[in-house]
C-alpha cells in the first residue's frame, strides 16, 4: 500500500494535470453535446475505465515497452484518433436522426436521440484505452512514488492509477454537466440540437486528427 504522505504528493500532482483540459475534457464535451448529460456521464465513466487498464499494464511492465517503442506509440495514437474521427463523422452524419419522431425521446432534456448505456461505456472506455499521452503519462510518474519497502511495486502502481482514474471522474464530471447544461437551453429546436451534435462530431474528430499529429514528447 501507498504511504499516506506519497499518496498526497501524487495526489497533488495529478490535480495539475486533470484540472488543466485535455483530450478528455474535449472528448466528454463533445459527447455531451451529441447525447446530453446521461451519455456524457456514462462516457466519462468508460474513459476512465481506459486509465485503469493503462495503470495494470504499467503494472505488468508493458506499459514501459510501449511507450518506448516509437512503432507501438505511433499505432496506438493513430488507431485511436482514426476511432475519434469515425465517432465525430458518424455524429455529423446522424445528426438529425430522430428529430420529429416523439417516440424516441432523450429523459434528460427532450433531445433525440438517446445513447445506450453499452455503447456510450464501450466507445469511451475505447478512446480511453487508445490515448497514449495517459499512458506516457502514468508510465513516467507512477513508478516515481513506489516505496520499495511497501513491498512489490505492481499493487502500488495499481492503487496510484484507481486514484487517478477517480480523480479524472470527479473533474470530467464537472464539464460533463457543464457542457450538457449548455445543450439544453437549445433542446426546443430541431436545428438547433442538429447543429449542436454536429458541433459535438466536429470537436471529436478534430481532436482525433490532433491526436494522430501529436508528437511522441508528453
Known sequence: MITGESLLAFVALASV???????????????????????????????????????????????????????AFTVLKIAGGIYLVY?????????RDGLGDPSVVDPDDGTFPPLSVRRALSESFLVG?????TLVFMVAVL??????????????????????ALMAVLVDSV???AAARARGWIASSPA????VRAAGGGMLAALGVVLMASRRAA
Open 87 to 95: 465517432l465525430g463523422l458518424q455524429a455529423i452524419r446522424h445528426r
Open 17 to 71: 494535470l486533470v484540472a488543466i483540459p485535455g483530450p478528455s475534457v474535449l472528448f466528454i464535451v463533445g459527447r455531451a453535446l451529441q447525447h446530453g448529460r446521461r451519455g456524457a456521464l456514462l462516457s466519462v465513466l468508460g474513459n476512465a475505465g481506459g486509465f485503469v487498464v493503462h495503470a495494470v499494464l504499467v503494472a505488468a511492465g508493458v506499459g514501459a515497452l510501449v511507450a518506448a517503442s516509437a512503432t
Open 175 to 177: 464539464w460533463a454537466l
Open 192 to 195: 438547433r440540437v442538429a447543429r
Open 129 to 133: 484505452v487508445a490515448n497514449p499521452k
Open 143 to 164: 513508478p516515481q512514488f513506489v516505496d520499495p519497502a511497501r513491498g512489490p511495486a505492481w499493487p502500488q502502481i495499481l492503487e496510484l492509477g484507481v486514484v487517478f
